[in-house]
């Protein structure tokens, strides 16, 4: 850390951190949920839009691992989160134009290629402030929560009535924020690894079967809710509900999001990590089931989404938990960088590719069935898992 900077973990820090979340998932909000429909309103067909939403992911394969691996060398992880804020709010204006599918294409690749990484380097740097303290991080990562609980609603209620025309200036607004905010934080640094110190191979916990049994429900896990990212926007939207409906669907799995995380500190105790594992993957195979099965009521749709709190929100952080656990130290950045690749890149792009060409085939419903099946094989990774580790105790309480 800088001379003179507060003591890491310190309030002002944590509301910085807060304040990112806030502003990077205000972005998320309106752009993940609206980006199908906005790529529906240009006349693209659905796999030419599954494509270009696999933009996002395949940026995920790479970007992630090497930011993560730049800022373990340098511990500069603030200075490469305001790097990539601000190319991808240069990136975002070429929305703007119109170019056809590999214009847009070639956006999407340069923009994500720089949000893609933010959120691992932010994790990075949130894991040491908190210091293993489960539920200070889940106060500030509900502000994330509460920023794309904003957005999805509010959006939706702008594009139901001006149309997704204005989908661009929302772009560069919000990633506008997104850069104030990374402008704002406080210039926390690890130390600098000394140039003829070697580097901490990762190799050795890549082999450690536990390690392997995690990232392999992580995977599975993911992969399987893509079914929900990529296309619930456009599920719903084929049932005939409005724009503003589909905006507050999303905005009830936010709102159950935001719950989980301001209570997490109280239930992540109870169970040790590896069962909490398992049981977000019982759930996410509920989800999926409900969603592709009784779509057309709005009650069951209402269910499924509240669902999120524990198919997405407790897995997340019992995810970090974990990658903090098998990846300390000089390990943290790469770690939280393949947490990254394996879940929200490869498993994005097979999520969203497969999910786009079953969808185009078979409809939505064989869709969402082969996500039940997929978070099914994820419970049984992660029951193996605690398997492996049968003294495993709980988490520590906040």
């Given at each position: 850390?800088?001379?003179?900077?507060?003591?890491?973990?310190?309030?002002?820090?944590?509301?910085?951190?807060?304040?990112?979340?806030?502003?990077?998932?205000?972005h998320i909000g309106f752009f993940n949920p609206y980006l199908p429909l906005w790529l529906k309103d240009q006349g693209l067909p659905i796999f030419t839009i599954s494509l270009l939403a696999a933009v996002q992911s395949f940026t995920?394969?790479?970007?992630?691992?090497?930011?993560?691996?730049?800022?373990?060398?340098?511990?500069?992880?603030?200075?490469?989160?305001?790097?990539?804020?601000?190319?991808?709010?240069?990136?975002?204006?070429?929305?703007?134009?119109?170019?056809?599918?590999?214009?847009?294409?070639?956006?999407?690749?340069?923009?994500?290629?720089?949000?893609?990484?933010?959120?691992?380097?932010?994790?990075?740097?949130?894991?040491?402030?908190?210091?293993?303290?489960?539920?200070?991080?889940?106060?500030?990562?509900?502000?994330?929560?509460?920023?794309?609980?904003?957005?999805?609603?509010?959006?939706?209620?702008?594009?139901?009535?001006?149309?997704?025309?204005?989908?661009?200036?929302?772009?560069?607004?919000?990633?506008?924020?997104?850069?104030?905010?990374?402008?704002?934080?406080?210039?926390?640094?690890?130390?600098?690894?000394?140039?003829?110190?070697?580097?901490?191979?990762?190799?050795?916990?890549?082999?450690?079967?536990?390690?392997?049994?995690?990232?392999?429900?992580?995977?599975?896990?993911?992969?399987?809710?893509?079914?929900?990212?990529?296309?619930?926007?456009?599920?719903?939207?084929?049932?005939?509900?409005?724009?503003?409906?589909?905006?507050?669907?999303?905005?009830?799995?936010?709102?159950?999001?935001?719950?989980?995380?301001?209570?997490?500190?109280?239930?992540?105790?109870?169970?040790?990590?590896?069962?909490?594992?398992?049981?977000?993957?019982?759930?996410?195979?509920?989800?999926?089931?409900?969603?592709?099965?009784?779509?057309?009521?709005?009650?069951?749709?209402?269910?499924?989404?509240?669902?999120?709190?524990?198919?997405?929100?407790?897995?997340?952080?019992t995810c970090i938990a974990l990658v903090t656990r098998y990846f300390p130290g000089r390990l943290r950045g790469r770690g939280q960088a393949l947490f990254t690749v394996v879940g929200y890149g490869i498993g994005g792009v097979a999520?969203?590719?497969?999910?786009?060409?079953?969808?185009?085939?078979?409809?939505?419903?064989?869709?969402?069935?082969?996500?039940?099946?997929?978070?099914?094989?994820?419970?049984?990774?992660?029951?193996?898992?605690?398997?492996?580790?049968?003294?495993?105790?709980?988490?520590?309480?906040?």
């Open positions: 850390m800088s001379g003179g900077a507060p003591a890491a973990g310190g309030r002002g820090h944590l509301l910085a951190f807060a304040a990112l979340s806030a502003s990077y998932f205000a995920r394969v790479f970007a992630p691992y090497a930011w993560g691996a730049l800022s373990d060398h340098t511990g500069e992880r603030v200075r490469l989160l305001r790097i990539s804020a601000a190319i991808a709010l240069a990136a975002s204006f070429g929305l703007w134009f119109q170019g056809g599918a590999w214009w847009i294409a070639l956006v999407l690749l340069v923009l994500f290629t720089h949000t893609s990484s933010m959120m691992g380097l932010t994790e990075a740097a949130m894991a040491h402030l908190v210091a293993g303290d489960w539920g200070r991080y889940g106060r500030i990562r509900l502000w994330g929560s509460a920023g794309f609980l904003v957005t999805v609603f509010v959006a939706g209620e702008w594009f139901e009535r001006f149309g997704m025309r204005h989908f661009p200036m929302w772009a560069g607004a919000t990633l506008a924020l997104v850069l104030f905010a990374a402008w704002r934080l406080p210039d926390v640094r690890e130390p600098r690894a000394p140039a003829h110190q070697a580097r901490v191979p990762i190799g050795p916990v890549l082999r450690d079967p536990a390690v392997r049994w995690f990232l392999s429900a992580l995977c599975l896990h993911v992969t399987a809710h893509f079914a929900v990212y990529g296309f619930l926007s456009l599920y719903l939207d084929s049932l005939g509900y409005s724009k503003g409906m589909i905006g507050f669907l999303w905005a009830v799995s936010v709102l159950a999001e935001v719950v989980w995380f301001f209570g997490q500190g109280r239930f992540l105790s109870r169970l040790p990590m590896e069962r909490w594992l398992w049981v977000c993957g019982a759930f996410g195979v509920a989800r999926m089931a409900i969603t592709g099965a009784a779509g057309q009521w709005v009650w069951a749709i209402l269910l499924a989404q509240g669902l999120h709190a524990l198919s997405f929100a407790a897995h997340h952080t999520g969203v590719l497969a999910g786009g060409a079953l969808a185009s085939r078979f409809g939505f419903g064989i869709m969402f069935g082969a996500a039940a099946l997929l978070c099914a094989l994820a419970t049984g990774c992660a029951w193996r898992l605690e398997r492996l580790q049968p003294s495993a105790e709980p988490a520590a309480a906040p």
